[in-house]
């Protein structure tokens, strides 16, 4: 489990208890429109928070999850908005949770699974920014499949200039989804290339350096069309650009869909290194899953949101789960990844950490009901 600071006001929020009073309100002036939460708890307790203070996002969570244990439990003053805000959201997330493992039975097997992952994940890109810098070199330069790996650790392999070379290679895990690829041996002067990856519910974000180079590549999914952006610079000087606004695919099998979710109506798209990402959406909930490998062996990471809105309302987004899949023949693992929030208890205590593997018996009924 990922060690995390918390701030005092963190700590606050991860405290609250004996809700007395919760009020989702706005304020609307010249200058502001802004979602606001006030609670009164405990007695003699206040936090009262709008969505541009730190720890607003926190808030929502803790009082969705203490609501929904006390609300049997005790008075909680609340307006008609303020209730079904926090029951819609509190009954999604219950039945997403039960939805997503019901297929499965929890294992303490011990796996090498998220080493699998980082590399599955992290060196396509990896070898797609390594050709995008020798292109403005003016070489070329062309990856085989072959891919000595270990334990965080490997080789790249590939044929530039009539010459095979080979690239180490060091992946580590920063924190949370967010990785660092270290390869040595770049361009003439052999030098290392660090690439910091981050996959988020918003997009992909890379950023990367060697010798003078530097760049930044980003896919945006946060508008109506996914867009991907790539600059790289040479010093100070601009001597790359390129931006692409990405169309989906249609999906002509969904296997390695997680089967819970092959209900729902997926958009594809594929990236310049062969990624999938796949994103959806379900009454307030949203999903996001990004995929690399074959058919034979598939890793994703996905995420799952829930937006808070009512009448035409947005009062921000809570991530419910995030996850890992491994899909093959022989078995599929779900392992769910640390909490995204400090106060989200519920998660935290029922999924955060823990593994399963996919009941083919069991599998195999719910596809037969479908």
Not at 24 to 44: A, G, P, T
Not at 71 to 93: G, H, M, P, V, W
Not at 232 to 247: R, S, Y
């Amino acid at each position: 489990m990922t060690a995390r600071h918390m701030s005092d006001r963190s700590i606050k929020i991860a405290s609250i208890r004996n809700l007395n009073m919760v009020n989702f309100y706005r304020i609307f002036d010249e200058n502001n429109d802004l979602s606001c939460i006030m609670v009164y708890y405990d007695n003699s307790e206040i936090i009262n928070l709008s969505e541009t203070d730190e720890g607003f996002f926190e808030l929502l969570e803790k009082v969705t999850e203490v609501y929904s244990l006390e609300e049997n439990q005790r008075s909680i003053i609340a307006d008609d908005f303020t209730r079904e805000l926090l029951k819609t959201s509190a009954c999604y997330r219950t039945k997403e949770y039960e939805r997503l493992t019901s297929l499965f039975d929890e294992t303490k097997e011990p796996d090498l699974f998220p080493n699998a992952y980082s590399h599955k994940m992290m060196l396509p890109i990896v070898r797609y920014v390594m050709e995008s810098i020798y292109g403005v070199e003016g070489i070329k330069i062309e990856f085989n499949d072959y891919v000595r790996e270990w334990y965080g650790r490997g080789s790249l392999n590939a044929r530039s200039e009539s010459v095979n070379r080979s690239f180490p290679f060091v992946i580590r895990k920063l924190n949370g989804t967010l990785y660092r690829v270290e390869v040595s041996n770049v361009l003439k002067k052999y030098k290392t290339l660090t690439v910091n990856i981050l996959h988020s519910f918003d997009g992909i974000t890379v950023d990367y350096s060697a010798s003078s180079y530097s760049g930044i590549l980003r896919v945006s999914f946060i508008g109506e069309e996914p867009v991907m952006n790539h600059v790289i610079k040479l010093g100070d000087k601009e001597v790359f650009w390129a931006k692409e606004n990405m169309k989906p695919f249609e999906e002509t099998d969904n296997a390695n869909i997680y089967p819970s979710f092959s209900r729902v109506k997926w958009e594809s798209f594929i990236l310049p290194w062969k990624e999938r990402v796949m994103t959806a959406r379900e009454g307030a909930l949203q999903y996001r899953l990004y995929s690399a490998g074959s058919n034979k062996k598939m890793f994703s990471f996905g995420i799952c949101n829930h937006v808070l809105r009512n009448e035409g309302i947005n009062l921000g987004r809570i991530c419910m789960f995030a996850y890992l899949i491994f899909e093959s023949p022989l078995k599929t693992e779900l392992h769910f990844l640390d909490a995204v929030s400090p106060a989200h208890w519920f998660y935290r205590e029922n999924y955060e950490s823990k593994k399963y593997i996919l009941n083919k018996e069991r599998n195999q009924s719910y596809g037969d009901q479908t």
